[in-house]
């Protein structure tokens, strides 16, 4: 056997992403190792190993260029259409939400507010609301993402969204077609369709037996905890005069400030940061301010543009940032 001596140095630098922010390259020392004998044959292998770990390396990043926001509610989702979990549980395993008094949620419930061209209303409150009609649901495309409330999407709990019920509420949806129901909490805005009532989670459409199809008629009811009993809301048919009069009540209260921001770009460094504010307030009369923030233990130093009163105001803002060349903003809220 004809034995070479081969000397190996392996040097390997890693680049660490954590939750798309990426830190600085780290520089390992090189690890010598002794010169070993190994057999001829064994070349190959020895020189694929290399090869790969010698693959791994990616160069380090320039500390100038933006960090991908790590801010919740970035509305740059993964998927362009929304689908069903591959792996889907046993939803009769899943625990339904036990109703209870709860406090406004901070976030999404300003009134009035504006989505698409059109104005709803939050009601001043749930009790007493019952209506029937369509519900459809939502699943992979949001799952993680954040919530109107601001709490984030979580697709395998019972949970839901509604345009004019306050955040968060409690109801039983019961479908008009089979009779299942299942009691869920509401924190999020929307189904913005005019022909739709409430948008449930995936968990939620798998129980009342509606997911395959989409969309189906329901109930909804609302749940009034009140210490440890709770009170649903009478049956009766969506539109009630209670209800229209909630509307009415709910528009006539002054809203809350806005909470709504583009957030247009994230640095590690300060200056860099300032620089984009001071190119940002040359071509915009829009409010611009850097949030300093922390991602793990790396300053983080975000430019926001804001606050703006309604939600048309930022989407105009929107496109003319994108159209000047500052790519795509993020829809963000404190």
């Given at each position: 056997m ?17 939750r ?13 190792l ?97 209506a029937?009609g ?102 009766t ?8 009069q ?21 640095f ?18 829009y ?48």
């Amino acid at each position: 056997m004809h034995l070479i001596p081969l000397p190996i140095q392996v040097v390997t630098v890693m680049r660490i992403d954590v939750r798309r922010f990426s830190l600085p390259a780290l520089a390992l020392p090189a690890l010598a190792l002794p010169a070993l004998a190994l057999p001829a044959r064994a070349l190959p292998t020895i020189a694929a190993l290399l090869a790969l770990l010698t693959g791994c390396v990616t160069p380090p990043a320039d500390d100038k260029t933006p960090v991908t926001p790590v801010t919740p509610g970035s509305d740059r989702y993964s998927q362009d259409q929304d689908t069903a979990p591959e792996k889907r549980p046993d939803v009769s395993t899943i625990p339904q939400p036990e109703p209870r008094p709860e406090p406004r949620s901070r976030y999404g419930n300003h009134s009035p507010y504006t989505v698409f061209g059109e104005t709803y209303h939050v009601l001043p409150s749930a009790e007493g609301y019952t209506a029937e009609g369509i519900a459809s649901w939502y699943g992979t495309k949001f799952h993680g993402h954040r919530t109107s409330s601001g709490e984030p999407y979580d697709m395998y709990q019972f949970t839901a969204a509604h345009r004019s019920l306050p955040l968060p509420t409690f109801a039983r949806v019961t479908s008009l077609e089979n009779g299942k129901s299942v009691i869920v909490r509401i924190n999020d805005r929307g189904p913005f369709h005019p022909d739709r009532e409430i948008d449930l989670s995936w968990a939620a459409a798998s129980k009342l037996g509606i997911e395959q199809r989409g969309t189906g008629r329901v109930r909804v009811e609302v749940i009034t905890p009140e210490g440890n009993h709770h009170r649903s809301a009478s049956a009766t048919r969506a539109g009630s005069s209670s209800g229209q009069q909630g509307i009415r009540a709910a528009a006539d209260s002054p809203p809350p400030p806005a909470e709504l921001y583009l957030q247009i770009g994230a640095f590690g460094q300060p200056d860099t940061a300032q620089g984009l504010v001071n190119r940002l307030l040359g071509q915009f009369a829009y409010p611009v301010a850097i949030r300093p923030g922390r991602n793990q233990d790396t300053p983080i130093y975000r430019v926001w543009l804001g606050p703006f009163a309604t939600e048309n105001d930022r989407e105009q803002a929107h496109r003319l940032v994108s159209e000047a060349g500052y790519g795509e903003p993020v829809r963000v809220m404190p």
